[in-house]
């Protein structure tokens, strides 16, 4: 529970750097460290753990990461609020900007494509590709479900709750598809690798 707690409040404090810094390639940057951290310490993010396999049907234990990694990126991004009270108005502007003027097969496209990048990065652990794979799904506007939590909460109403299950629908599909066309690419490899190693001793045989 409290390592899921702390795995929400990294993303959030992630939040407070893309609300306080104007430049988007910098806030981008200094985002990765959010999910560096998380990474390094294995702490469990729902966003990064949906797509492991074997899933071995343990529903609950991905709700509760989901609940508490809730829980500590809106405690985070609300303390950012209660430090700085001018900032309701970003918070308030950036749920507008993903959820207000939005279509909901859109939001449900860029969950998708943004845990593509999130499960990639939390595959390889390769320090260069997380930073990469982070600062190209906050480039391209893909949402995250849990970086968009604190703003469905803190301006909650029933059409931004709807907007963020889709986008947490999104990352779902996009974390398991992805997942699966790795496994896939993984067995074609070791198929391909076999059947070449069996073609060599035939041939060997052939050669006596």
Same mark, same amino acid.
Request: charged share 10%; glycine share 6%; hydrophobic share 55%.
């Given at each position: ?10 993303? $959030? ?12 390639? &910098?806030?981008?940057?200094?985002? @990765?460290?959010?999910?560096?951290? &998380? ?12 797509? /492991? !396999? ?7 234990? +991905? ?5 508490? =990694?809730?829980? $500590? ?15 309701? +108005?970003? &918070? ?5 900007? /993903?959820?207000? =003027? ?8 860029? $969950?998708?494509?943004?845990?593509? !990048? ?6 390889? /652990? ?6 990469? @794979? ?25 059409? +931004?709750?709807? @907007?963020?299950? !889709? ?6 599909? $996009?974390?398991? @598809?992805?997942?699966?066309? !790795? &496994?896939?690419?993984?067995? /074609? ?20």
């Amino acid at each position: 529970m409290t390592q899921a707690i702390l795995a929400g409040f990294l993303i $959030g404090i992630g939040d407070m750097i893309l609300m306080s810094v104007t430049n988007q390639f &910098v806030a981008a940057f200094l985002f @990765c460290v959010a999910l560096e951290c &998380v990474i390094y310490f294995e702490l469990p993010l729902f966003t990064g753990m949906i797509g /492991k !396999l074997p899933w071995n049907r343990n529903w609950t234990g +991905y709700l509760l990461a989901l609940l508490f =990694n809730v829980v $500590g990126a809106s405690f985070a991004v609300w303390l950012f609020t209660f430090l700085n009270p001018d900032s309701w +108005y970003l &918070v308030r502007s950036m749920a507008d900007a /993903k959820f207000a =003027n939005t279509t909901y097969l859109s939001l449900f496209v860029a $969950g998708v494509l943004c845990n593509v !990048l999130i499960h990639l990065a939390c595959s390889t /652990k390769h320090t260069i590709i997380v930073a990469l @794979c982070i600062m190209a799904f906050i480039l391209c506007g893909f949402e995250h479900s849990i970086a968009d939590a604190p703003y469905m909460i803190l301006t909650f109403n029933l059409k +931004y709750a709807i @907007c963020w299950l !889709l986008v947490l629908l999104g990352n779902t599909v $996009g974390a398991i @598809c992805t997942e699966w066309m !790795l &496994v896939f690419a993984e067995a /074609k490899d070791s198929y391909v690798e076999e059947n070449d190693d069996t073609t060599d001793d035939f041939n060997t045989i052939e050669g006596e």
